[in-house]
Structure formats: structure tokens, C-alpha cells
């Protein structure tokens, strides 16, 4: 890491932190969306919102504090980028659910599980990654790893266009289901968005 001679604004790692978490959280809220009745979908809806609320409110503390700080622990434009994709990808899941309960959605297509599982993992690594923002180290392994789930949720979203098109539904019911198991593609890009900006700061660290 080179040498600094002023002192840098820390709290960010900490609001960092706190985004990625909430992020698990709402990964949390998908894999819940997976076992659940319909009845009990709207409650992990609202849940859902609420968590996406929080990180609306994460991502708007992150841009008032760097609004306000003189000195930065690394480039603005590269803070914004990392705040603007964390909030993405939660944007993402919390529309994937929403889609399910307006739609009525009565059964979720196979792989639609495998999608979400990508996800949760990416979530958890995340999570693990943003407190090493502090030193810059030990993060190769995670954008390497988040990279190859990006690269697995591209063959799941694949093989479930494959068979939402193979005669199975109606069309009305594939458009349907093609919005939400899009979405949650979006959302795996997002992780992978995420990644690469950690990548491009440990670079311009080292």
C-alpha cells in the first residue's frame, strides 16, 4: 500500500460494511422467498423493502460523507462506483421478489433456486470482503471467486430461458417469469460490477 502523508475519512469502510450486510440480509429474504407459501410471500415482500430502505439509506450516507470530506481513503469516483453497484444489486432483489407476489407467481421455475444460491454466496463473500478495504489484503481470492459465480449464473440464467421457451408455458406465464429470472441475472452482474471496482482500488493501492 503506499505511503500517505494526511490523515483519510475511515468511516466509509464502516458504511461499506454495513451496505454489504444488508445485502446478506436481503439474500437472506430470497432463499426465504424459495420455501414459502403463497400466503406468506407479501410479509417477505414488505421485509424485503424495508431492507431495501435500509440500503437506499446506506448508500445516500456513503454520498453525503464523501459530499463533505476533504480526504478520501481512495478515489472518489471509484467510492461512488462501489456505493452506486451495492446498492444495484440490492435494487435487484428486492425487485425480483416484488415481481413475484404482483405477478402471482404460483411456481418458480427449476433453477430459479441455483440463481439465488449464486447470489447468497456472492453476498456472503462481499460481506467478508468490505472490512479488508482497510488494508487491501486478501481480496484476489474474492473478485476471483465472485467473478467465476458471475460466470455459473450466466449458464443457470441460460438453461432457464432454455426451458421457459420449450412449450411448457403460455406466453403470458413466460413473460412473467422471464422479468424475474432476468432481474435476478441483473443482480449477479452487479455483484460481479462490485468485484471488478474492489479490483480497480487494490490495483491503484498497491
Known amino acids: 500500500m503506499r505511503f500517505r502523508l494526511t490523515p483519510r475519512e475511515t468511516s466509509f469502510y464502516d458504511m461499506f460494511s454495513a451496505s454489504a450486510d444488508n445485502i446478506v440480509t436481503g439474500s437472506k429474504l430470497l432463499m ?9 410471500r407479501a410479509d417477505i415482500a414488505e421485509r424485503m423493502r424495508a431492507a431495501e430502505h435500509a440500503g437506499d439509506d446506506a448508500t445516500h450516507a456513503i454520498f453525503h460523507q464523501l459530499n463533505s470530506s476533504f480526504i478520501t481513503p481512495f478515489d472518489r469516483e471509484d467510492i461512488y462506483a462501489l456505493a452506486s453497484s451495492l446498492d444495484d444489486i440490492m435494487d435487484f432483489m428486492e425487485e425480483a421478489v416484488d415481481l413475484v407476489v404482483l405477478y402471482n ?10 440463481q439465488i444460491e449464486v447470489l447468497a454466496r456472492a453476498a ?10 482497510r488494508t487491501m489484503d486478501n481480496l484476489t ?3 476471483i471467486e465472485v467473478n467465476r459465480l458471475e460466470n455459473q449464473a450466466d449458464q443457470i440464467h441460460r438453461k ?3 426451458h421457459l421457451f420449450n ?3 403460455d ?4 413473460l412473467k417469469l422471464k422479468q424475474i429470472v432476468d432481474v435476478l441475472e441483473e443482480a449477479a452482474d452487479a455483484f460481479e460490477h462490485v468485484a471488478n471496482t474492489v479490483e480497480t482500488i487494490a490495483v491503484k493501492e498497491s
Do not use: D, F, R
Open 105 to 114: 407467481i404460483e411456481e418458480l421455475p427449476k433453477g430459479v433456486e441455483q
Open 167 to 169: 412449450g411448457k408455458y
Open 171 to 174: 406466453a403470458i406465464e413466460v
Open 124 to 133: 456472503e463473500l462481499t460481506a467478508e470482503a468490505m472490512p479488508h478495504l
Open 141 to 143: 481470492e474474492y473478485w
Open 160 to 162: 432457464l430461458l432454455a
Open 32 to 40: 426465504e422467498l424459495l420455501g414459502a407459501e403463497a400466503s406468506a
